[in-house]
């Protein structure tokens, strides 16, 4: 155990040599690094703060816009809705209207085909009832049903004298409207049997296809008639009572 | 069998011998210097670390807070005065497992050289902390009394810090040597493995104890410690 000085101060300056080696090499290099890092690190983490406030007044002015889009939606939505109920209801209103008239229209048709078959009916009725009386005459009393018809109306035109001349007053003619001409003999009877009481007046004979088969007689303001639509009208109950008979039996 | 590095001669250059101690107190240099430049040679800020700049920097920390936990603040040059005492020493005990290779750290001499230093580092960080005057109070302090009492402690941790690591070191190499001509097949890899136990250990409180030495005599409200 023994000190070399010469070693000693050899030692000493290569322990001096190697301070300023690692000072050098090790550890500036590693201490200014760390630094630089850190420093590098700091104002990162400054930009990211600033970052985050920029974010955070971004992301208020986004919210407000969202809240604001939002609240403009809803009244968007609102007015929508507001108007598209309106048209809702004008269309409704339209094709309750147009339903409406399309009814009425269709009623109407109805009406019309109604009447249209009606009075089809009552002429074919009244054809078939003309020529079921008019066979039946001829078979059972071998006469035409139109002498039965004027017979008719002669006898009438007897039974209401009075009432007749009252209100006829003091006419100057008479017509007598038939549906089809009448035959020469039977305008012999009317005009006999009418001339026998009113002498002066002057009789004509007319048609009119429209008219129902049977005769119509005119003086002044007095009519008397006879046309197979009284019978028809009488049919239309008879059936109408029957049908409704049935329809009651079958419930 | 030699006890000090210092008595093996290994070269003689232009008539100076040039002994063992010497010789590798150059080996460990160059091993710290290179590594040092190997790793922050393309050290740069845009460069993220890698592993082994990572592990000088976990080092070079790791001493730096060590000496901030002890002056209480941070201070680059007592950072490569104390750093380097602990790496050389470190590094030289750790080359113990080297076939060959003496640590400088078992000679006296060595122990004694850097001892030397910590000495005249002593007064001078403190100079430089206190000034002139306020360093040369701390020996009246805390009575005019301890001024001897003061000088003797100042010589005696310098022979403490030289003879202890000096010890040590030695010791451990020698017992080393001793085992291996009794046993040599398994006894010298325990004790290296000691050894190097035992030199970080000793490296770790030389560097401490210089550390402490120099932060009592800048730090005003600190007693010193022997």
Redesign the interface.
């Known amino acids: 155990?023994?000190?070399?000085?010469l070693?000693?101060?050899?030692?000493?300056v290569?322990?001096?040599?190697?301070?300023w080696?690692?000072?050098r090499?090790?550890?500036r290099?590693?201490?200014d690094?760390?630094d630089?890092?850190e420093a590098?690190i700091a104002e990162r983490m400054q930009v990211a703060v600033r970052a985050k406030e920029v974010a955070k007044v971004a992301e208020a002015e986004y919210r407000a816009q969202v809240s604001t889009l939002q609240s403009e939606q809803a009244s968007a939505t609102d007015a929508l809705r507001h108007q598209a109920e309106q048209e809702k209801d004008t269309l409704l209103a339209e094709a309750h209207d147009r339903i409406e008239r399309e009814r009425k229209a269709w009623q109407t048709h109805l009406d019309e085909e109604g009447r249209t078959f009606t009075a089809k009916l009552h002429h074919a009725g009244g054809h078939a009832l003309l020529e079921l009386t008019r066979k039946a005459l001829r078979d059972l009393a071998d006469e035409p049903l139109e002498a039965r018809i004027a017979a008719h109306l002669a006898r009438q035109i007897g039974s209401m004298d009075a009432e007749l001349q009252n209100a006829a007053g003091t006419p100057d003619e008479a017509v007598v409207t038939s549906h089809g001409a009448l035959p020469k003999p039977i305008q012999d009877e009317v005009t006999a049997e009418l001339r026998h009481r009113f002498p002066d007046i002057d009789l004509r004979f007319d048609t009119d296809q429209t008219q129902a088969h049977g005769l119509v007689l005119q003086i002044g303001g007095a009519q008397l008639a006879w046309t197979i639509d009284t019978y028809i009208d009488g049919l239309n109950d008879l059936m109408a009572d029957q049908l409704m008979t049935a329809t009651e039996q079958r419930a | 069998m030699t006890?000090?590095p210092?008595e093996i001669i290994l070269f003689v250059v232009w008539g100076v011998p040039l002994?063992a101690?010497?010789f590798h107190?150059?080996i460990v240099?160059g091993v710290?210097?290179a590594v040092?430049?190997l790793i922050?040679r393309k050290?740069r800020?845009d460069v993220p670390?890698n592993r082994w700049?990572t592990a000088?920097?976990v080092i070079?920390?790791g001493i730096?807070s060590q000496i901030e936990e002890i002056t209480e603040g941070p201070s680059?040059h007592l950072?490569?005065?104390v750093?380097?005492l602990f790496?050389?020493v470190a590094v030289s005990n750790l080359m113990l497992v080297v076939p060959g290779f003496e640590p400088?750290t078992s000679?006296?001499?060595?122990t004694?050289?850097?001892a030397?230093?910590v000495l005249v580092a002593v007064p001078l960080f403190g100079i430089t902390s206190r000034g002139l005057g306020g360093y040369l109070k701390t020996y009246l302090e805390p009575s005019f009394i301890m001024l001897p009492f003061n000088i003797i402690s100042e010589f005696s941790r310098g022979i403490s810090l030289a003879i202890r690591l000096?010890g040590n070191i030695m010791s451990g190499a020698v017992i080393a040597a001793i085992l291996l001509t009794i046993a040599p097949f398994f006894f010298p890899v325990v004790m290296d493995l000691l050894g190097l136990l035992t030199g970080m250990i000793q490296a770790y409180i030389f560097a401490i104890l210089a550390t402490v030495y120099i932060s009592s005599a800048t730090a005003p409200k600190h007693a010193s410690t022997t």
């Open positions: 155990m023994s000190i070399d000085w070693t000693v101060a050899a030692q000493l290569n322990f001096m040599v190697l301070v080696l690692l000072k090499f090790l550890y290099p590693i201490l690094g760390i630089a890092r590098e | 006890l000090s210092d002994n101690t010497i107190t150059w240099m710290l210097t040092s430049l922050t050290l800020p670390p700049r000088l920097e070079v920390q730096q680059r950072l490569y005065f750093g380097t790496l050389f400088p000679s006296l001499s060595t004694t050289a850097l030397l230093s000096y």
